[in-house]
């Protein structure tokens, strides 16, 4: 049997390895909504930029870019450990084919896909509008032993989170003035840079700026008190078009650009800047028309590492659980 002393001496021993831990109250059923607000660094997952995430996230220019994307969400908790979360976010993705110029210059072969990405020289900087419902699911809570558990009373909760949603994005590229050596940025998609749309057999229809997107991904959080939750979370989006970069199908012959814009001289010209980048790396150097610009047979993807913060609404004196 332990002596008195031995008993406080454990005691105090579990509380200190615990110190996370929320008082150890029997489970309440308490139903409640939060109010949060997300911001971090977005990644465009696509045809232009790099196909190698060690490519991408161990380039310089990369970081030298970064974009954010940001939001607010409301957040409905049914039991402890799974809620429903309703959000808005807008932000930007941004993607460069000058990434691959290190690793280009470490490929042995001219067909090597960075060296093949770095040649092609498209960039883009894609406005994002995007609106979910995801689910969130926190493990230890929902599958814990509320009433005794540790692991579903701690302040500190892992949790993943998937659902749908519907995004609005607008892809523009860079056009560079080489007398002035100025740049701007364009909106791609009415130029119709692979053909979108011409009164031809073969081109394909013009792609809409709406599409359903999948999330899913994972986080955690730490309660800072009874109101309020700190964390992070990582979450992909798969998207259900190839157009996030405007890049998917082949190149044009660039004298249909000068047709379908006759009475447009300019932006028949920026038409076929925008196209066909090739010839700023590699002077002179034109593609052939029906060579491929990207991949059709796969959608873009997108991504967020983010810091996020909500607020319990309606809380009551007692901790939730």
Do not use: C
Not at 52 to 79: C, E, F, P, Q, R
């Amino acid at each position: 049997m332990f002596s008195a002393t031995q008993a406080e001496a454990q005691t105090e021993k579990q509380k200190k390895r615990h110190a996370w831990l929320q008082p150890d109250i029997k489970y309440l059923d308490q139903r409640s909504f939060s109010l949060g607000v997300t911001y971090g660094m977005s990644d465009l997952w696509a045809d232009v930029g790099t196909k190698s995430a060690v490519d991408h996230y161990l380039n310089g220019d990369y970081w030298s870019n970064l974009k954010g994307m940001g939001g607010i969400y409301v957040k409905y908790t049914h039991v402890p450990g799974l809620a429903l979360r309703l959000g808005v976010s807008n932000g930007t993705l941004y993607a460069n084919d000058k990434w691959n110029q290190n690793a280009s210059q470490q490929s042995k072969n001219v067909t090597d896909d960075p060296v093949q990405r770095y040649l092609r020289n498209l960039d883009v900087k894609t406005n994002i509008w995007e609106s979910t419902l995801m689910f969130e699911i926190s493990p230890f809570q929902l599958f814990g032993n509320w009433e005794f558990g540790r692991r579903a009373k701690a302040r500190f909760q892992p949790y993943l989170l998937a659902g749908f949603g519907g995004i609005y994005f607008n892809p523009r590229g860079s056009l560079i003035d080489f007398e002035n050596d100025t740049k701007r940025w364009v909106d791609l998609r009415p130029l119709a840079t692979e053909g979108q749309n011409f009164d031809k057999a073969g081109y394909p229809e013009a792609y809409s700026r709406y599409s359903l997107i999948v999330p899913a991904g994972i986080g955690f959080r730490v309660d800072v008190g009874r109101g309020l939750s700190i964390g992070m979370e990582y979450v992909m989006r798969y998207t259900f078009t190839d157009y996030l970069d405007d890049v998917s199908g082949q190149y044009i012959d660039p004298l249909r650009f000068d047709i379908a814009y006759l009475n447009e001289g300019y932006k028949a010209y920026e038409a076929k800047r925008m196209a066909d980048r090739t010839g700023e790396i590699t002077p002179g150097k034109q593609r052939t028309p029906g060579e491929y610009r990207g991949d059709p047979t796969t959608k873009d993807l997108y991504s967020t590492i983010s810091v996020n913060f909500y607020w319990k609404l309606f809380k009551r004196d007692r901790p939730w659980w």
